[in-house]
């Protein structure tokens, strides 16, 4: 059985929930791969490029901004699962002016998505809103001080429902940035440093990923109990609302990205982070390119 180290660089459906899928659905050792699940989220980029990510975002963001080779070989999503959750009263983006707004730094893929969406609906990040800058994590913090009042809204990501929090609370949801912002994000990317794309252990994670994707829109229920899991706070009417509002209709069939939507992306981010555009999407994005291997191939990595 191959082996390989597979970590998650964010807390949440939008990075987790495939990965759960396969890991609860027993297809990992269906391909005959041992995964570990590794908590990436603290990790310096040396140690996280040794083996397997899911964290396309960060993937990208290192490769332009630090030249690591990573290559995307799978695409859950194109739509970033995070939304900007916000007291009474603030209903747009442009309500935001001059407000207290909870963010991931803006090196972060979260907080570099942040930035161009509020560029977008007109406001300078470093100038019209007073940012709180804050680490990735569950968000039960910005929650607390969303009802406290020291702060006004908060980019919050999928460790919770923010429509059915909102509808509880009084609160407003002025964005979804997947509305605002698209990029093929979260799904499986490796540094050819240290593993090959065609690696037999990579391509068996590739093809346990898909099949997880297929229970996503072929398997509701299965799909809503799984999402349970992390969704621990809200009903079951309120998960399944989730999955059907922003989990079906756009996550991947098949894992593929959309190059066009890409490219578009790549612009974008390197716009915002003041950087050259090193590397194109068809260069970054090789999902299309990789060829799977069966279970039992010769040349797995142990990482």
Same mark, same amino acid.
Not at 142 to 149: F, Q, S, V
């Given at each position: 059985?191959?082996?390989?180290?597979?970590?998650?660089?964010?807390?949440?459906?939008?990075?987790?929930?495939?990965?759960?899928?396969?890991?609860?659905?027993?297809?990992?050792?269906?391909?005959?791969?041992?995964?570990?699940?590794?908590?990436?989220?603290?990790?310096?980029?040396?140690?996280?490029?040794?083996?397997?990510?899911?964290?396309?975002?960060?993937?990208?963001?290192?490769?332009?901004?630090?030249?690591?080779?990573?290559?995307?070989?799978?695409?859950?999503?194109?739509?970033?699962?995070?939304?900007?959750?916000?007291?009474?009263?603030?209903?747009?983006?442009?309500?935001?002016?001059?407000?207290?707004?909870?963010?991931?730094?803006?090196?972060?893929?979260?907080?570099?998505?942040?930035?161009?969406?509020? !560029?977008?609906?007109?406001?300078?990040?470093?100038?019209?809103?007073?940012?709180?800058?804050?680490?990735?994590?569950?968000?039960?913090?910005?929650?607390?001080?969303?009802?406290?009042?020291?702060?006004?809204?908060?980019?919050?990501?999928?460790?919770?429902?923010p429509e059915a929090?909102?509808?509880?609370?009084?609160?407003?949801?002025?964005?979804w940035v997947g509305?605002?912002? !698209?990029?093929?994000?979260?799904?499986?990317?490796?540094?050819?440093?240290?593993?090959?794309?065609?690696?037999?252990?990579?391509?068996?994670?590739?093809?346990?990923? !898909?099949?997880?994707?297929?229970?996503?829109?072929?398997?509701?229920?299965?799909?809503?109990?799984?999402?349970?899991?992390?969704?621990?706070?809200?009903?079951?009417?309120?998960?399944?609302?989730?999955?059907?509002?922003?989990?079906?209709?756009?996550?991947?069939?098949?894992?593929?990205?959309?190059?066009?939507?890409?490219?578009?992306?790549?612009?974008?981010?390197?716009?915002?982070?003041?950087?050259?555009?090193?590397?194109?999407?068809?260069?970054?994005? !090789?999902?299309?390119?990789?060829?799977?291997?069966?279970?039992?191939?010769?040349?797995a990595t142990v990482?």
């Amino acid at each position: 059985m191959y082996t390989i180290d597979l970590a998650y660089v964010g807390r949440g459906l939008h990075e987790e929930l495939v990965a759960y899928i396969a890991d609860q659905q027993g297809y990992y050792a269906d391909e005959g791969v041992h995964v570990a699940l590794r908590d990436g989220c603290s990790w310096n980029e040396e140690r996280l490029r040794r083996g397997a990510t899911i964290g396309l975002g960060r993937a990208l963001l290192s490769r332009l901004a630090h030249g690591v080779p990573w290559v995307a070989l799978h695409v859950n999503t194109s739509r970033p699962l995070f939304w900007f959750l916000a007291r009474p009263g603030l209903t747009s983006l442009a309500d935001l002016a001059g407000r207290r707004l909870a963010v991931h730094a803006p090196h972060t893929a979260p907080g570099c998505f942040a930035r161009i969406v509020l !560029r977008r609906a007109g406001l300078d990040p470093d100038r019209d809103i007073h940012t709180i800058v804050r680490p990735p994590g569950d968000y039960g913090m910005d929650l607390r001080r969303l009802h406290d009042g020291s702060i006004d809204a908060a980019l919050v990501g999928s460790t919770m429902a923010p429509e059915a929090l909102a509808a509880e609370h009084g609160w407003q949801v002025p964005a979804w940035v997947g509305d605002h912002f !698209r990029i093929p994000t979260v799904g499986v990317a490796v540094d050819p440093t240290h593993i090959r794309p065609d690696d037999p252990a990579i391509q068996a994670v590739v093809r346990a990923h !898909r099949r997880a994707l297929r229970v996503i829109h072929n398997e509701p229920d299965t799909t809503v109990r799984h999402m349970q899991t992390f969704l621990g706070r809200h009903t079951t009417d309120e998960v399944r609302a989730h999955y059907e509002t922003f989990i079906a209709p756009y996550f991947t069939t098949d894992g593929q990205a959309d190059l066009a939507v890409g490219a578009t992306a790549i612009t974008s981010v390197t716009a915002e982070l003041g950087v050259p555009a090193t590397v194109t999407a068809a260069e970054f994005y !090789r999902t299309a390119t990789t060829t799977p291997q069966e279970p039992g191939d010769a040349g797995a990595t142990v990482v």
